[in-house]
Structures are given as C-alpha cells and as structure tokens.
C-alpha cells in the first residue's frame, strides 16, 4: 500500500505506445539496473520500433485509400458490400450442420402437426355427422326446412298477408286460397297538364 502512495510503478503495468513511451519509462528498484550503454541502445531500439509502427500506419492508411478507389471504380458500394456479406453469411448458415438438423426437426413436427389436426378435423366431421343423425337434430332440421318452405317468395305468388296467412298455418297442407289482385289506381294530376 505504501508503494502505491510513494508513486512506484507497478510490474504489470504496460505505458502507452506512442512518443510519450520513451519519457514515461522509470527504472523501477525491483528492475536490475541497466548500465548507461544498455539504456542507450533500448531507447535506440524504442524509437526504431515507434518509427516503424508510424510508417507501416501510413502504408496501411495509402492501402486503404487504394482499396476505396478501386471499389469506387468497380462501383462496389458499403450496401453493396452488405449485401454480399449478409448473402455470405445466410449461405453459411442453410449449409451448416445445425441448420440442417433443425430444419429437419422442424419438418418432422410440421408433418406431426399436420396429421394431428387432419386426425383432429376427422373426429370433428364424424361427431358432427353423429350428431346430424340423431332423431332430435333431424327432427330441428325438418322443421327448420319447413319454415323455410313457408316464407319462401317463390312457393306463394301471392301477397304478403298470403304468406302471412300460410305462414301462420301449422299444416303444411293447408290450401290458402289466392286473392285477386288489385289494380292500382293512377292518380293523375290536373295541374300537371
């Protein structure tokens, strides 16, 4: 603790890269102690490196602008690049083993779900069809038919107190018979003429 206030530096401790590298190196006591000529030739050695990560930035920086000229010129837009990147990566994904195996479980219970509900809707048309055959059921459907029959415009011809009439009748074969039609009067107006 008293070495962290007397401001010492710490063994895992890496000082930046950059031109303040070389000033920010202190000899600590737990280092040896290097000899004058060996200080020299590691801070020669610094500086070389420090040069070197400085030109290889600029080869780097003069590539990437050489690279964004010709992807300029060939028309290869960032979309462009996305597209082609995602296209990429969506083939590697449907050409992986784990997509495979999914997709063929996935398969496998869609087939599964589609034979249970068909099993299901067959077991439904066959309730129902039980259920259409009961005498109660045929019983609601005569009588649904006959009233049907009933209010049917085109079994009576007549008028609306016709079908009201024959309507009302709980026998079927009951013969209403059929009033004569009036005439409509045509009013004709005198100021009109």
């Known amino acids: 603790m008293e070495e962290a ?21 202190t000899v600590s006591p737990a280092i040896p ?11 020669g050695e610094l500086l070389r490196v420090e040069d070197e990560i400085l030109t290889l930035s600029q080869v780097l920086a003069t590539k990437e ?8 010129k ?11 990147n995602l296209s990429k990566s969506w083939h590697e994904v449907t050409t992986s083993t784990a997509y495979k195996k999914t997709s063929e479980g996935l398969s496998v219970a869609g087939q599964k779900a589609t034979a249970a509900f068909n099993n299901m809707g067959s077991a439904i048309s066959r309730k129902f069809e039980d259920v259409r055959n009961t005498p109660t059921f045929k019983s609601f459907e005569e009588k649904v038919e006959t009233l049907k029959v009933k209010m049917s415009p085109t079994v ?38």
Do not use: C, M, W
Request: glycine letters at 6%.
């Open 5 to 25: 206030d007397q401001g010492a530096v710490r063994p895992d401790f890496t000082p930046e890269l950059g031109e303040d590298a070389v000033t920010s190196v």
């Open 33 to 43: 102690t290097l000899t004058e000529e060996e200080q020299e030739e590691l801070r």
């Open 156 to 193: 009576s011809q007549g008028d609306f107190g016709d079908v009201l009439t024959s309507t009302a009748t709980s026998d079927p074969s009951v013969v209403v018979e059929k009033q004569p039609e009036a005439t409509p009067i045509v009013i004709q107006d005198e100021h009109l003429q």
């Open 65 to 72: 602008n050489q690279l964004a000229d010709i992807k300029r």
């Open 74 to 84: 060939l028309g290869i837009t960032p979309l462009n690049e996305i597209r082609q």
